[in-house]
T-cell receptor, first 109, second 114 residues
């Protein structure tokens, strides 16, 4: 799998948008970008995934650059419950998710 | 209703013992997984089963033996427990064998080996 680089941590104000960057400069054409998050003491939770096009669901938006070497996860209106570790994962056509260190996001009131 | 459940939630045991962790999913998924999250919080896949058949075995010591009695259950048996086995173990499931769809994770089992 292509490696990803994420900031170690970031703070966000409650009610504001949180923009979480991820670099994946060695991504291949058939590799998807996945985002998961892990709230303290819970199992990871799927957020969103995409290949080339931008994606949006009820939780977040995923913006992938045209060259696919980076992406941004956007939480449109962060709440205190969004405080978690966010993982950006790039994977090929296999069965595995390879989690890195992720970004610890702290939403402050 | 819990989608992916694990028992027990906490497990404290002595070195050398044998223990099992159970996992059940009621989502009708074909594929189930075991992950290990160590003290540094890195989450690594251990095993994956599809329709009761092992499809991933990630260089895990053979003291760890997964068993899938049916596609809704994937249990993890650990023999001769060692201190380094202390971790949180997560079970997960997904709808299709390649896992392109989201993986649903259980709440985790915190194993402490003394």
């Amino acid at each position: 799998d292509a490696k990803t680089t994420q900031p170690t941590s970031m703070d966000c104000a409650e009610g504001r948008a949180a923009n979480l960057p991820c670099n994946h400069s060695t991504i291949s054409g058939n590799e998807y970008v996945y985002w998961y998050r892990q709230i303290h003491s819970q199992g990871p939770q799927y957020i969103i995934h995409g290949l080339k096009n931008n994606e949006t669901n009820e939780m977040a938006s995923l913006i992938i650059t045209e060259d696919r070497k980076s992406s941004t996860l956007i939480l449109p209106h962060a709440t205190l419950r969004d405080t978690a570790v966010y993982y950006c994962i790039v994977r090929v056509d296999d069965y595995k998710l390879s989690f890195g260190a992720g970004t610890t996001v702290t939403v402050r009131a | 209703d819990t989608a992916v459940s694990q028992t027990p939630k906490y497990l404290v045991t002595q070195m050398g013992n044998d223990k099992s962790i159970k996992c059940e999913q009621n989502l009708g998924h074909d594929t189930m997984y075991w992950y290990k999250q160590d003290s540094k919080k890195f989450l690594k896949i251990m095993f994956s089963y599809n329709n009761k058949e092992l499809i991933i075995n990630e260089t895990v010591p053979n003291r760890f033996s997964p068993k899938s009695p049916d596609k809704a259950h994937l249990n993890l048996h650990i023999n001769s427990l060692e201190l380094g086995d202390s971790a949180v173990y997560f079970c997960a499931s997904s709808q299709d064998v390649r896992g392109y769809n989201e993986q649903f994770f259980g709440p985790g089992t915190r194993l402490t080996v003394l």
